[in-house]
């Protein structure tokens, strides 16, 4: 099965829809993302929803930022 959509496959799949639990959209210096809030307050940057080319060389999925307070 093929799908051709924009929506984020988990929320498609939700296979485990706990793990949706600490998603959360947040504007970080004028960049829009979605991050994963893990145990030690620390950020986990899921997804960029930008469309400027510049944040995608300063931002990457998968990348850890520092917890909000320390920014």
Same mark, same amino acid.
């Given at each position: $099965? =093929? !799908?051709?959509? !924009?929506? %984020? +496959?988990?929320? !498609?799949?939700? +296979?485990? #829809?706990?793990?949706? @639990?600490?998603? *959360? &959209?947040?504007?970080? @210096?004028?960049? +829009? $993302? +979605? &991050?994963? =809030?893990? @145990?030690?307050?620390?950020?986990?940057? =899921?997804?960029?929803?930008?469309? @400027? #080319?510049?944040? /995608?060389? *300063? /931002?990457? %999925?998968?990348? &850890?930022? %520092? %917890? =909000?307070?320390?920014?």
């Amino acid at each position: $099965m =093929i !799908i051709h959509t !924009i929506v %984020p +496959e988990y929320l !498609i799949f939700q +296979e485990q #829809p706990e793990l949706l @639990n600490n998603l *959360k &959209v947040l504007n970080l @210096n004028g960049v +829009e $993302m +979605e &991050v994963d =809030i893990r @145990n030690d307050g620390s950020l986990q940057l =899921i997804r960029l929803l930008s469309t @400027n #080319p510049q944040d /995608y060389l *300063k /931002y990457s %999925p998968g990348q &850890v930022l %520092p %917890p =909000i307070g320390s920014l």
